[in-house]
């Protein structure tokens, strides 16, 4: 009788612990099955995190100028280049320039393919007939790189008759872009001012690349007829008074 009763104690007391345990293991597995969901849910925000830093960033490494190429004959435009050679935007100076982005078609070409395609216009053709020089000048803020640009431009240029290329200073950007010229024109500008001081920026808005050059050389001519007149004169004013003295001192020896 007394082992029956112990036996059902012992059975009754293992049955709690049996529930007491099971209770504790249930209770272990919710915290850890909420853990996990946590850890889940911090792993997605953390990964869309991370994949929104990287697309912002890539896209601002792809739309962030590097470099940029003035093209100049009548039209006046600039491509802007990224990093990975590719034209991100297109700006105009004149009303030839407006038409002349409106008929292209060049936003993400690699700037060597751009060129090609602006060359082949209508309207740069047709300057091409008339003998109007074209400027392509690079500027960039990697001077390695614009060095490379521009080596780029000059072997696809080195057939082609009247294009001059050039190097450009990052620091002209501001100051062309102030005036109203794009950075090709700008220079152009600048030399013609060393010969003439006195040319305005609004002297130069509606001329060709051409006609600026034209300018240029004829200051310099006027400049070097200006000085050998000047060294004639000087010339003849010293042998005029050399012939002087000579007659001064034949006078006084009679």
Do not use: W
């Amino acid at each position: 009788m007394n082992d029956r009763i112990k036996q059902t104690f012992d059975k009754i007391y293992a049955e709690n612990e049996l529930k007491t345990q099971t209770k504790a293991l249930i209770a272990y597995q919710i915290r850890n099955k909420h853990k996990n969901r946590m850890r889940r849910h911090m792993v997605s925000v953390m990964a869309c995190f991370l994949f929104f830093i990287m697309g912002f960033s890539g896209y601002h490494l792809y739309f962030t100028q590097t470099a940029m190429i003035s093209i100049d004959i009548n039209p006046s435009i600039e491509l802007n280049i990224n990093r990975f050679d590719k034209v991100i935007s297109i700006n105009s100076y004149n009303d030839d320039g407006v038409e002349l982005v409106n008929a292209l078609d060049i936003k993400f070409m690699n700037y060597k393919s751009a060129i090609d395609e602006i060359l082949n216009t209508e309207m740069i053709t047709k300057n091409f007939v008339n003998n109007e020089t074209l400027s392509i000048v690079v500027v960039g803020k990697d001077k390695q790189k614009s060095k490379e640009m521009y080596d780029n431009i000059q072997n696809n240029m080195s057939e082609k008759q009247n294009v001059c290329c050039d190097m450009g200073n990052f620091n002209e950007v501001n100051e062309a872009h102030q005036a109203g010229l794009s950075v090709g024109k700008y220079r152009a500008y600048l030399e013609l001012q060393s010969v003439n001081e006195n040319v305005t920026i609004d002297d130069v808005k509606g001329l060709t690349m051409s006609q600026i050059r034209d300018c240029i050389n004829q200051e310099k001519y006027n400049k070097q007829n200006s000085n050998c007149e000047n060294e004639q004169q000087n010339e003849q004013q010293k042998h005029n008074e050399g012939n002087g003295n000579q007659h001064r001192h034949r006078h006084g020896m009679n």
